[in-house]
């Protein structure tokens, strides 16, 4: 263990993030689905459906407090991005240090096809990793690259 991130369990059944193996390097984060963006498709069981080219938040039930000089990313999970096109819209979103809300998923629908997704679906990961702050300094010019101000595919292929 590196570091102790505080959580809080905003609404009784809230799934605790875990790591699902030795080797990961995120833990998982479940739907709750008590609101989300109504455009959707409700589900009875509670679920909800996501449109193709819908975004939607999901919110989690839990807030977490981490470390300063530390970030939190949520991620796609893979499966969920490569099998049916759910992935999260700002990937990585970043959870700042001195952020203590609820965290909240933004997913979208990148498939042709109608998602379903219920209470307790693991529908993102998050990953911690320590953070860099720079010191900016104003100067009048910037040294030379052999790349200098070339811009997308200026490297080729």
Request: charged share 20%; proline share 4%.
């Given at each position: 263990m590196d570091f102790v991130v505080?959580?809080?369990?905003?609404?009784?059944g809230v799934n605790m993030p875990e790591y699902k193996s030795i080797g990961a390097s995120g833990?998982?984060?479940s739907a709750i689905l008590y609101g989300f963006d109504f455009n959707?498709?409700?589900i009875p069981d509670g679920g909800v459906e996501v449109e193709p080219?819908?975004?939607?938040?999901?919110?989690?039930?839990?807030?977490?407090?981490?470390?300063?000089?530390?970030?939190?990313?949520?991620?796609?999970?893979?499966?969920?991005?490569v099998n049916h096109g759910i992935c999260v819209v700002n990937s990585p979103g970043?959870?700042?240090s001195d952020y203590s809300g609820e965290l909240i998923v933004g997913l979208i629908n990148l498939s042709k096809d109608y998602y379903s997704i219920d209470k307790y679906d693991r529908i993102a990961q998050?990953?911690?990793?320590?953070v860099a702050r720079a010191e900016f300094c104003n100067v009048t010019e910037l040294e030379k690259t052999v790349r200098g101000a070339g811009g997308f595919g200026s490297t080729g292929k």
């Amino acid at each position: 263990m590196d570091f102790v991130v505080n959580i809080k369990m905003l609404y009784p059944g809230v799934n605790m993030p875990e790591y699902k193996s030795i080797g990961a390097s995120g833990v998982d984060l479940s739907a709750i689905l008590y609101g989300f963006d109504f455009n959707n498709y409700v589900i009875p069981d509670g679920g909800v459906e996501v449109e193709p080219g819908a975004i939607i938040k999901i919110y989690t039930g839990i807030s977490i407090r981490i470390p300063e000089g530390y970030e939190g990313q949520i991620r796609s999970r893979s499966g969920l991005a490569v099998n049916h096109g759910i992935c999260v819209v700002n990937s990585p979103g970043t959870i700042d240090s001195d952020y203590s809300g609820e965290l909240i998923v933004g997913l979208i629908n990148l498939s042709k096809d109608y998602y379903s997704i219920d209470k307790y679906d693991r529908i993102a990961q998050l990953v911690f990793a320590p953070v860099a702050r720079a010191e900016f300094c104003n100067v009048t010019e910037l040294e030379k690259t052999v790349r200098g101000a070339g811009g997308f595919g200026s490297t080729g292929k």
